[in-house]
């Protein structure tokens, strides 16, 4: 883990804000740096957990994502559009993926144009570690109490549907 910074670089900038341009814009210019740091802290330790994994984040998610399918295998473009990352993205995940011998690349059935990737049994016992080793730790969040979790992820579902980030449903 890093030293710590002898300072809050976020409260020094929200001071500077505040003084400059007042109290109001100050407020969201700190909140969107504080989610903006914090995805930075939690990316770099996750990736740190899961290292030994021969897995980074994005990849850990790859893997989950073809084990709650009921066939372990996603259209690559379908994986691309539910990791919400570009068509390249996918491509390097899924070349890092079948180099570790964690997924392969198939033909679709039905429609010769696509590729499938499909988790294969050391990708389904690899993802199965490390979500042991993720739990363990809270996926990072140990600092925060469960209620606090559940609140932190309602706020952030609140900026996500006001940012049209998804569809609205009734059940929630």
Do not use: C
Not at 16 to 25: A, M
Not at 48 to 54: A, C, M, N, P, Q
Not at 99 to 115: C, K, L, N, W
């Amino acid at each position: 883990m890093p030293e710590p910074l002898r300072r809050d670089p976020i409260g020094e900038a929200r001071r500077h804000w505040t003084d400059r341009w007042g109290p109001e814009p100050a407020r969201p210019m700190a909140a969107v740096t504080s989610v903006m740091r914090v995805q930075q802290i939690l990316l770099a330790r996750l990736n740190g957990v899961l290292r030994e994994h021969r897995l980074t984040f994005p990849r850990y998610e790859a893997l989950m994502l073809l084990s709650f399918t009921r066939d372990g295998a996603l259209p690559l473009g379908k994986l691309g559009e539910r990791l919400q990352v570009h068509r390249t993205s996918v491509t390097n995940i899924v070349d890092k993926l079948e180099q570790d011998g964690f997924v392969r690349r198939v033909p679709h059935v039905s429609d010769r144009r696509a590729t499938l990737a499909e988790i294969t049994p050391e990708g389904r016992e690899v993802a199965g570690r490390a979500t042991l080793d993720l739990n363990g730790v809270a996926f990072s969040l140990e600092s925060l109490e469960p209620a606090e979790q559940e609140h932190l992820t309602t706020l952030l579902e609140v900026v996500r549907r006001g940012a049209g980030d998804f569809a609205a449903d009734d059940d929630g």
